[in-house]
C-alpha cells in the first residue's frame, strides 16, 4: 500500500490549482548560479514552464541555449514580457537564480515583488526564506497570493537522526556525485533514472536540493538547509520512504557539492544516509577552479574517486562528464582518458545516448537485467 506523499508533511502553503510557472534567472541561465532554471527548463513534473526572464540571452530558445536543442521555451527581457508571451499572467513566478550565499539582490527584490504585485504565486528555493520577509507577507497577503520557501525545513521535532532503517532497503542505491557544485548531478541523477525506467527497470529518485523538489521529486530533502546533525537521519528517511513507497528495482540519489568541496560538505551525510552499493562521479575537465571559489583549483577525478572509496563502504561504478569549456573533439579524448585511467566506464549523458548510462549500471550490477527480462514479460 503506497505511503503518504514524504512531502506532505512540510509546512508549506496550500498552492493553487493552476501549474503555469515563468522562471526569473536574469543574467544566468545557463550558467552555474542558474543551476535551478536550467534544471527547470530541462525537466519539471510540477510546473508548465512558460518562459524564462533573462535580458542578457533574450529572444532565444531555451533549449537551444541550454543543450543546442529547441524546446519552445523562450528566454525573455523581462516580466511584462513574459506576461504578455503567456496571453494571462501565469500561476508562478519561480526564482531560478541560486547564488552562493542564497540571498537576493535588490533589483531580485524588485522583480519578484512585482510578481506578487501581478498576482502570481511565488516559489523560492532560496536559504533567505521569503515568507519571514515583512515586506513580501504583506504583499502576498495584499494580492491573494502565496509564498513557497522549499528550502524551509521541518520542524526540529519532526526531523530524523540516523536510525539503520537503512538496513531494511533490499534494493541498490545509486549515489550521483561530484567534483564540485553545480557541474551536474542533479541532471544526471534526473537522465540515469528516466533511462533505468525506458528499459524495463524501476528506478526512483530521492533528491537532496531544493531544484529537485521544485521539479516535482516525490521524494527528497534540501539538505544544505538543515543542521548537520539530522542530515544522515533525512537522508536515510526519504530512501526508507521511497522504497516503501514505490517498491523500486533500485533507488538514485542525487548529491551535492563534493566530498573534497572546502564548503559544500553534505556528500558526506548523503553517503552515511543511502549507504549506496555504487556512486557515479560527475565531472567537469574543462573546468579549472571550483565554481564558486576561484582561489580553490578543480580536484582531479581520480582523487576524487580515491576519497569517496576511502570515505565509505561503496565503489565508483562509472563517471559522467560536463561537457562545459570542451570541444567535442576535446570531450572525446577527456571520456577515453578517464576510462583508460581509472578502469570505468565514462561518458557525457547530454551528449551521448543515455543507454550508455544504463550499460555502465548493469556492468556493475549485474543482478538487475534479470528484472528487466522478468517485468518485460509480465
Not at 544526471?188 to 524501476?202: D, K, S
Not at 552515511?272 to 579549472?288: K, L
Amino acid at each position: 500500500m503506497p505511503v503518504p506523499h514524504p512531502l506532505s508533511s512540510r509546512e508549506l502553503p496550500v498552492r493553487p490549482a493552476g501549474t503555469t510557472a515563468v522562471v526569473y534567472c536574469e543574467g544566468q541561465f545557463g550558467e552555474q548560479d542558474g543551476k535551478t532554471a536550467n534544471g527547470l527548463v530541462r525537466h519539471s513534473e510540477r510546473y508548465e514552464i512558460l518562459s524564462v526572464i533573462d535580458s542578457v540571452h533574450a529572444f532565444q530558445d531555451a533549449g537551444m541555449l541550454l543543450d543546442g536543442v529547441p524546446n519552445g521555451i523562450p528566454i525573455l527581457a523581462n516580466l511584462a514580457q513574459s506576461i504578455v508571451d503567456a496571453g494571462h499572467v501565469p500561476d508562478y513566478l519561480i526564482c531560478g537564480v541560486a547564488p552562493a550565499d542564497g540571498l537576493l539582490s535588490a533589483a531580485q527584490r524588485t522583480v519578484l515583488l512585482d510578481g506578487i504585485a501581478h498576482g502570481m504565486n511565488i516559489i523560492s528555493g532560496l536559504h533567505e526564506f521569503l515568507g519571514d520577509d515583512d515586506e513580501f507577507v504583506a504583499a502576498a497577503l495584499i494580492a491573494g497570493v502565496t509564498i513557497t520557501d522549499v528550502r524551509r525545513p521541518r520542524s526540529t521535532k519532526d526531523l530524523h537522526l540516523f536510525s539503520g532503517r537503512i538496513f531494511d532497503v533490499t534494493c541498490p542505491r545509486i549515489a550521483v556525485l561530484g567534483t564540485d557544485g553545480a557541474i551536474g548531478k542533479r541532471t544526471t541523477a534526473t537522465l540515469l533514472v528516466q533511462a533505468l525506467n525506458t528499459h524495463g527497470i524501476r528506478a526512483v529518485l530521492v533528491g537532496t536540493g531544493q531544484t529537485t523538489i521544485i521539479q516535482g521529486g516525490r521524494y527528497g530533502v534540501a539538505l544544505d538547509a538543515l543542521v548537520p546533525q539530522f542530515c544522515s537521519g533525512e537522508v536515510e528517511d526519504q530512501v526508507v520512504a521511497a522504497f516503501e513507497g514505490e517498491d523500486p528495482d533500485v533507488i538514485v540519489v542525487e548529491g551535492q557539492g563534493a566530498l573534497s568541496h572546502p564548503a559544500y560538505l553534505t556528500s558526506a551525510h548523503i553517503l552515511r544516509g543511502s549507504r549506496p552499493e555504487a556512486v557515479i562521479v560527475q565531472h567537469a575537465p574543462g573546468r579549472r577552479v571550483l565554481g564558486d571559489f576561484p582561489m580553490i583549483p578543480m580536484p582531479s577525478v581520480s582523487s576524487e574517486v580515491a576519497l569517496i572509496e576511502a570515505f565509505a563502504d561503496t565503489r565508483v561504478i562509472g563517471i559522467t562528464v560536463n561537457h562545459e569549456n570542451l570541444t567535442d573533439a576535446q570531450l572525446a579524448e577527456a571520456i577515453d582518458e578517464i576510462e583508460l585511467d581509472l578502469g570505468v566506464p565514462a561518458t557525457d549523458p547530454l551528449t551521448r545516448p543515455t543507454s550508455e548510462l544504463v550499460e555502465m549500471v548493469l556492468q556493475a550490477l549485474p543482478a538487475l537485467s534479470p528484472q528487466l527480462t522478468s517485468r518485460t514479460a509480465r
